[in-house]
């Protein structure tokens, strides 16, 4: 009867040791199984924020599923829900409740929008809850405060140093001119306001617009404003659809400054798409942390563009595209630091002790540790062509670096490690 | 649940119609203690009487009664009677009445519930209208006591309450840990000081932007008092319905202010300013029917829910708050001798810090939030604060108050957004409690070092979160929004169903009689099937604006 029970209770660890060497062990944490791992995010995929930002979901799938066809993360595939908030902070609210609550993801990826992003940080309370905020799309500065957002991560450098890395491009190159600014009047707004004071620039004319506002009619208001005040160089920073309104009611009211295009709102596909001639952007200054996505000598820009033709044939390869693969990417590494059952916990703890040496497309730095939940600092500046790519300027990024705060603005000397082989988390 | 035969018998009895002819019945008050006077009847005997206070009550009782009372407390009755037209819910007039609740609302389908299990109901009418904490508690007491002697078989006392009644059930509980087995506030309203203090900052921005001559509290004593208080209702009132047709517009009413003038010339709009109004009071933004999150199709798809929605939501609630906020705020000052909302040193600034980027677009950006809150500072001689009487003020303060103690199975049910009695007042209680139960997991293990026996402290507070529906706004053919249905669940006050009336019975019940409630499944199962209730611990309400959060 005793060796009975022992041949049994042999057989059963053997059947257990050969189960654990070929799947996965069983995760008891929300959102993983034994064979997959499910995120989620939410953004405006409809209404008039959406332009251009609607495009990053189904770059990061393509990613995801490139990522699985090669094994996945650990033997896990990534399965990515999506919700549309609209850019309507409590619609956010609603659908990151989903999310969280119905669809039981294991981590936020990738939710955009400043206010947005305050709002379910204060309704809905990722922190409390454990849940990890990855990578949020905004460059909001205020979310790199591991204390008041504990778990949320930022990815794209701040407002704050885009604002201050800004003025020293216009020192260099546009000194003496008059300049204006027109600035989503709300956080988004406000933390690249800082960064313009900070670096002392004045403006003869700021023209604030409430987020939704943005239209053709609108935008001839802004114009008349600038064009009142001579405005030789204005900075356009807002969303995609708040840059396309004033490029393309300018050059329709013959207005026609030195353009400088924020980041946020500088996809040159999606101002073309929305109707804004190519040679309206044609010299315009613009600014971006990863390789110009033209750049076929990038390994990133090649493997990524053409994982993306593969997945969604007919669709350009642009700015957005390019954000949200690189996130898809630098998550993946994330979830494969977390260890072989990762769980929330694990997770965030990967992005601290690990996550500044995870590879990636940017050209600079990802700042994480224990107590830094800041991404990338800094940007290169470029100019538009005739054909509206955003290119860096003689053909070289010349890489510039700065913090949130009153840090001077630097030349970048960091060095981008090689891509791992396959564009895989090693 | 299967109902014996003798049950199915008894409830047939008690016909819906009956049972609230019966639970309303009007006693008349006596100045020293009657009763209780029983009719003897079965199946349900019906005792009247009066409380030494002079508060009337019923308690009804079946004949198969097995030991356990629920007492029930009702919410806030005005303390004035108001004229006919004044009030959608009364519109041929409002009179004091002191008539005893013995279930909330005289709901029969609870009736049943608790009579139909053997259980005795009971309540009191209170001896004073208005904001009566300190009164209706001993009251309860009393009552009681009253009881136990009537009907010696009881052993199991539960208390329950809306609204204030909330707070008079967490106050009894509170003071009184040994004697209720088991409670359950409802939609609770939060300390006075608090309450007035939303109440008191609505009625402020409402004045200083919108209609000076709002008098907003310092009410002056007796029948002059009274009418200043009406008058005050109806200039809110028709300020809110001013607000209402040029919500689209953004007009200001014809009423407003020099300052209200000056910001319209600036180019604010109204709705921005009185949604304004409703962030630094603390007001949802949720509503009856305006849920910040849907639009109509078409242009306003996306424009409505950010820019307008919120606002309506915030008139809708003020329009429901604000005949209480008034009259509690008269009743308290006759209370107190004096004024007893005072903002000379509120940082509204500091109020909307998070809600004026979530509610960016419809406040219309920055600049105009800087120029609106600018214009509310102390500063400008265009917006006096409101001084409080520092007598009064510390009267109040000397008034009944909760501290979130929770000394026995305590079951809390509320709507989130709630403009009445804010989730908030609940929040203030979950939160005491975690740090309760923490000292007393501390003092568990600190005891077990000695007695090598963790004895793990049980936890005492189940919480119902009422919430709102993903999205329930709807709009007609041409796009505008409807506002005849009936109010979604989780918004206005107490707007519960008899279900979720039902699921907090019957976790008292069940707590009242074991001592305990069951561990986790049950309670969110029950929860779930209730329809609209959460048991989401991580879900956190915000705490009424007077505790600078």
């Known amino acids: ?426 | 649940m299967r109902i014996s035969t003798t049950k199915s018998r008894f409830l047939a009895v008690l016909s819906s119609a009956a049972l609230v002819a019966t639970v309303v019945i009007a006693t008349p008050a006596h100045a020293a203690a009657v009763g209780p006077i029983c009719d003897g009847k079965v199946p349900v005997q019906t005792c009247q009487g009066t409380t030494s206070d002079g508060a009337p009550f019923v308690m009804m009782v079946p004949a198969n009664f097995n030991g356990t009372v629920a007492l029930y407390s009702h919410g806030y009755r005005y303390n004035i009677d108001l004229p006919a037209g004044m009030l959608p819910s009364a519109p041929a007039g409002y009179k004091v009445t002191n008539t005893p609740e013995p279930i909330p609302g005289g709901n029969p389908a609870i009736a049943n519930y608790f009579l139909g299990n053997g259980m005795a109901i009971m309540g009191s009418g209170f001896s004073r209208q208005g904001w009566n904490l300190d009164a209706a508690v001993a009251t309860n007491v009393e009552l009681v006591a009253a009881f136990k002697k009537q009907f010696p078989k009881t052993n199991h006392v539960l208390a329950w309450g809306s609204s204030l009644g909330g707070i008079i059930t967490q106050t009894l509980a509170e003071k009184y840990p040994t004697l209720v087995d088991a409670v359950a506030p409802m939609c609770m309203a939060d300390n006075i000081s608090a309450e007035l203090t939303a109440a008191g900052d609505v009625l402020w921005g409402l004045k200083t932007f919108f209609d000076p001559t709002i008098k907003g509290g310092n009410y002056s004593a007796g029948a002059a008092g009274n009418a200043e208080a009406i008058g005050d209702i109806v200039k809110v009132l028709t300020v809110l319905g001013s607000l209402k047709n040029s919500v689209s517009t953004g007009a200001w009413p014809a009423t407003s202010s020099a300052t209200g003038k000056a910001l319209e010339a600036a180019g604010v709009p109204s709705r921005s300013a009185l949604l304004l109004v409703g962030l630094m009071a603390g007001l949802p933004t949720q509503s009856d029917h305006f849920d910040s999150i849907s639009g109509p199709d078409g242009a306003l798809k996306l424009t409505f829910p950010l820019a307008v929605s919120p606002a309506l939501a915030v008139l809708e609630n003020a329009a429901s708050a604000a005949v209480l906020a008034i009259l509690a705020t008269q009743d308290v000052e006759l209370q107190a001798g004096g004024a007893v909302y005072d903002n000379t040193k509120t940082d509204y600034s500091a109020r909307v810090e998070d809600s004026s980027v979530i509610y960016n677009a419809a406040l219309s950006g920055n600049t105009v939030i800087a120029a609106m809150l600018s214009a509310l500072n102390p500063a400008n001689p265009g917006a006096p604060r409101a001084k409080g009487d520092p007598a009064a003020m510390a009267m109040m303060a000397k008034m009944a108050a909760t501290t979130g103690k929770i000394n026995m199975p305590t079951v809390m049910m509320t709507g989130v957004a709630d403009p009445i009695t804010p989730a908030g007042a609940t929040q203030r209680v979950v939160d005491a409690y975690a740090k309760q139960l923490k000292s007393e997991h501390d003092a568990a293990i600190a005891a077990a070092k000695s007695s090598k026996n963790y004895q793990r402290p049980q936890k005492n507070l189940v919480v119902l979160w009422s919430t709102t529906p993903k999205s329930y706004t709807t709009f007609d053919a041409t796009g505008a929004p409807i506002t005849t249905t009936p109010a979604a669940p989780g918004t206005n006050h107490c707007t519960f169903s008899t279900d979720n009336l039902l699921t907090v019975a019957k976790m008292m019940v069940g707590a009242g009689t074991t001592g305990k409630f069951p561990l986790g499944g049950p309670i969110a199962s029950a929860a779930r099937k209730s329809g609209n209730l959460s048991v989401d611990k991580y879900f956190r309400a915000p705490l009424l604006k007077y505790y600078n959060e």
């Open chain 1, 1 to 426: 009867m005793k060796r009975r029970a022992l041949i049994s209770a042999t057989a059963v660890l053997a059947v257990a040791a050969l189960t654990a060497a070929t799947v996965p062990a069983q995760a008891a944490e929300v959102g993983v199984s034994s064979t997959s791992i499910t995120l989620g995010m939410t953004l405006p995929m409809t209404g008039t924020a959406s332009p251009g930002y609607n495009k990053i979901p189904g770059a990061m799938k393509a990613y995801f599923d490139y990522l699985n066809a090669n094994g996945g993360v650990n033997g896990r595939s990534i399965n990515l829900k999506v919700e549309d908030d609209q850019y309507v902070p409590t619609q956010a609210v609603a659908k990151t409740n989903k999310l969280i609550l119905q669809d039981k993801v294991m981590a936020l990826i990738s939710p955009l929008g400043t206010a947005n992003n305050k709002a379910v940080a204060a309704s809905v309370n990722p922190a409390r809850r454990g849940v990890p905020v990855l990578f949020v799309n905004t460059g909001f500065s205020g979310f790199a405060d591991t204390k008041k957002y504990p778990t949320t991560y930022a990815i794209l450098p701040s407002y704050v140093m885009e604002a201050k890395i800004m003025a020293e491009y216009i020192k260099d190159n546009f000194a003496g001119k008059t300049l204006g600014l027109v600035y989503q009047d709300d956080d988004f707004g406000t933390d690249a306001l800082k960064g313009f004071t900070q670096a002392g620039v004045t403006f003869a004319a700021k023209v604030p617009y409430a987020s939704g506002s943005q239209s053709s009619t609108t935008a001839a208001g802004w114009v008349s404003k600038l064009s009142a005040a001579k405005c030789d160089v204005v900075i356009l920073f807002g969303v995609s659809s708040a840059t396309a309104a004033g490029l393309g009611t300018a050059a329709a009211l013959k207005y026609a400054p030195q353009w400088i295009l924020g980041s946020v709102g500088g996809d040159a596909t999606t101002i073309k798409a929305a109707g804004v001639p190519a040679g309206v952007l044609y010299n315009a200054v613009g600014a971006s942390f990863a390789p110009a996505t033209t750049d076929m000598t990038d390994d990133y820009i090649k493997l990524f563009s053409d994982i993306y033709a593969k997945a969604v044939p007919g669709s350009a390869f642009d700015n957005n595209v390019l954000i949200g693969m690189n996130t898809a990417f630098v998550t993946a590494q994330a979830l494969k630091a977390a260890g072989t059952n990762p769980t929330r916990a694990s997770l965030m703890a990967a992005i601290e002790s690990k996550g500044s040496t995870f590879a990636s497309a940017g050209l600079l730095p990802l700042n994480y540790s224990k107590t830094s939940h800041v991404g990338y600092n800094g940007y290169w500046f470029g100019k538009y062509s005739p054909t509206g790519d955003l290119k860096p300027v003689d053909g070289k990024y010349v890489l510039y670096t700065t913090d949130s705060g009153s840090g001077a603005v630097v030349k970048s000397t960091y060095k981008r490690p090689a891509m791992p082989a396959k564009g895989l988390p090693e």
